[in-house]
């Protein structure tokens, strides 16, 4: 039997700030060392299932060596399985100019993966009286936690804090087995489903992938429309067009069967407008039989002055001007790699909170597109 190894958590916040317990006040070290007591002493089929790394804030500083305490803090981010913070609001100690520790380590977390990091906001904390550089470092974390506003429980009282703390990691471990589920579940592309999808020519595997992705749309509630589908992204309805490109990028006669896509955007919206009232977009989203690059994603849209970022899923592309809009998903070879990438997207825009900047430009799309429709009227 292959040796259990425990996941490793990583509890990030403030030691000396005190939080309420009944009617006096505790240390944020007391809810932590709690914490760690309580996560250790659970276990999963006979097994301890957590090891739980906290600082030892006072000895760090007291010692004097702050930056190999702060390297320390950041290593155990990068080896933690999940990240949670408990977020007062306080940077923390720095070295010399440097960031607080509390910033950096949420910072290295999310940078390493917003899946793996939980956040249960503090309130009513005390604090103890700061000088001019502590207080700039709270306002530099605070504006920056604000920015990025991860989906977060709040508590006041250590009971609360443990129950939150508790509540965010079940759902982190949940996540975290889905997402290795959909990777084990990708298989060799030899076999099984990914060899069928291999034997079809051009045609059929491009309309095998967009059927996959349709039939994921679905599943996030997208409800088909004439030519395409219509994605609700909180209060947006999303008109999504799906197309496959069934070869390598390099391969021109699979490249050219996607081509570009917007240039028919007019017709796109048209057709929709014809069932309901005026959807956001076009949005284009690409299934790839294999890798992309951002220098082939780019090359694609037709010209280098735009939004273009390498993800997880694949790569997103952004027209700042025109609002034009396209996602490329890699490695699509069946239906399960697809929706493995359809997930990733949808978790990268949930996490980074790009849902939202997409849909506006979605809006603004549509405007363009209205015009140019308009203008054909006349």
Same mark, same amino acid.
């Given at each position: 039997?292959?040796d259990?190894?425990? #996941? ?6 403030r030691?000396a700030?005190t939080?309420?317990?009944g009617?006096? &006040?505790v240390?944020m ?6 914490l ?5 002493? !659970? ?8 090891e739980?790394?906290?600082s ?5 500083q ?5 930056e190999?305490?702060? +390297? ?11 990240v ?6 306080e940077?923390?100690w720095?070295?010399?100019r440097?960031?607080?520790?509390c910033?950096?380590?949420?910072q290295?977390a ?30 530099? %974390?605070?504006?920056?936690f604000?920015?990025?506003?991860p989906?977060?429980p709040a508590a ?7 129950a939150?703390?508790r509540e965010?990691l079940r759902?982190?471990?949940?996540g975290l087995?889905?997402?290795?589920g959909?990777?084990?579940?990708k298989g060799?592309?030899?076999y099984?489903a990914?060899?069928?999808?291999s034997?079809?020519? %051009?045609?059929? &595997? ?12 679905? !599943? ?8 395409g589908w219509?994605w609700?992204l909180? !209060? ?15 391969v ?5 069967? @996607? ?11 048209a057709?929709?407008?014809g069932?309901?009232e005026?959807?956001?977009?076009p949005?284009?989203?690409?299934a790839?039989?294999?890798?992309i690059? +951002? ?9 280098p002055?735009?939004t273009?970022?390498?993800?997880? %899923?694949? @790569? ?6 025109q ?5 490329f998903?890699?490695?699509c070879?069946d #239906?399960?790699?697809?929706r493995?990438? #359809?997930c990733?997207?949808a ?13 506006r ?16 009227g006349?």
């Open positions: 039997m292959a259990f190894r425990k #996941l490793r958590v990583m509890i990030s916040s030691c700030s939080v309420r317990r009617d006096s &006040r240390s070290t007391v809810v932590r060392t709690r760690k007591r309580e996560l250790e002493a !659970e276990s999963l089929c006979g097994e301890r299932l957590f739980v790394w906290i030892d804030n006072a000895p760090d007291s010692q004097g060596d702050l190999t305490a702060w +390297e320390k803090s950041l290593e155990e981010v990068r080896k933690a399985d999940i949670l913070v408990l977020y007062t609001g940077a923390g720095a070295p010399a440097g960031l607080g520790v910033h950096a380590e949420f290295q999310w940078n390493d993966g917003p899946a793996r990091l939980k956040v249960v906001r503090i309130g009513d904390v005390g604090t103890a009286p700061k000088d001019a550089a502590e207080l700039k470092r709270d306002q530099a %974390f605070q504006a920056y604000d920015d990025l506003n989906t977060s006041s009282d250590v009971d609360a804090i443990v939150r703390s965010a759902e982190a471990v949940a087995v889905k997402l290795g959909r990777e084990a579940r060799r592309f030899a099984g990914p060899l069928d999808w034997r079809l020519d %051009f045609g059929h &595997r491009k309309k095998a992938m967009e059927d996959a992705l349709g039939g994921g749309l679905a !599943e996030f509630g997208a409800v088909e429309s004439s030519g219509l609700p909180g !209060e947006t309805s999303l008109l999504t067009i799906c197309h496959g490109l069934p070869g390598g990028f390099g021109a006669a699979a490249r050219e069967m @996607v081509g570009q896509p917007f240039l028919h955007d007019h017709l796109f919206l057709r929709a407008l069932e309901r005026a959807p956001a977009g949005l284009h989203l690409v790839c039989l294999k890798g690059t +951002e220098s082939q994603a780019m090359r694609q849209l037709g010209f002055d735009a273009i970022v390498a993800a997880p %899923f694949g @790569v997103y592309v952004s027209d700042p001007v609002k034009i809009q396209m996602i998903l890699a490695n070879r #239906l399960t790699t697809t493995n990438a #359809l990733r997207l978790e990268w825009l949930n996490a980074t909170g790009e849902a939202a900047n997409l849909a430009r979605a809006l603004g799309r549509r405007r363009v597109v209205q015009a140019i429709l308009d203008v054909q006349d």
